[in-house]
């Protein structure tokens, strides 16, 4: 591995971002030339494949002076003809603790037979429900 700058492993520093749909064929040259442009980068990595070294996809910049972060993120980044997604990164320990915290959750696949109502007393076992909505197809009206 050899050794590197910067704090990879233990959670995230302010100037870290997530970088995915990342080109398969994109190397780490091209991935810290094009974030360089933005700023100077303390640590950069594309992670591979455990078992097959192959490139998974998405990797991760962490720049010097973290205001970089909110440049790099408002714009519409494309390498190797591909459009790639960007997200701040959550320094571990804060989703136990008050720095991040949301109080909605989206839950996916819910049953076309379960009302509104029975949904939220489902979610009232764990505490106080204050807002819910199931959204509904406009044509078919199904959930």
């Known amino acids: 591995m050899g050794s590197r700058k910067g704090d990879f492993g233990d959670g995230a520093s302010p ?3 997530f970088i995915g749909g990342l080109a ?7 991935f810290v030339k094009y974030f360089g442009n933005y700023g ?3 640590d950069s990595v594309i992670m591979k494949d455990r078992h ?10 962490t720049y010097a002076n973290p205001s ?4 790099v993120i408002a714009e519409t980044h494309v390498i190797n003809g591909k459009q790639v997604e960007i ?3 959550i320094p571990k320990g804060s989703a136990e603790s008050n720095d991040f915290r949301t109080k909605k959750i989206f839950v996916g696949g819910i049953p076309t037979p379960v009302t509104e109502d029975e949904l ?3 979610f009232a076992k764990y505490g106080k429900v204050v807002e819910h909505e199931t959204i509904r197809d406009h044509v078919s009206k199904r959930s």
Request: net charge positive; aromatic share 10%; proline share 3%.
């Open 15 to 17: 100037g870290k971002i």
């Open 24 to 30: 398969k064929d994109t190397t780490l040259d091209t």
């Open 40 to 42: 100077e980068i303390t």
């Open 52 to 61: 097959t070294g192959r490139p998974r996809g998405f990797g991760f910049i």
């Open 68 to 71: 970089v972060v909110d440049t």
């Open 87 to 89: 997200k701040r990164t």
């Open 120 to 122: 939220k007393n489902f």
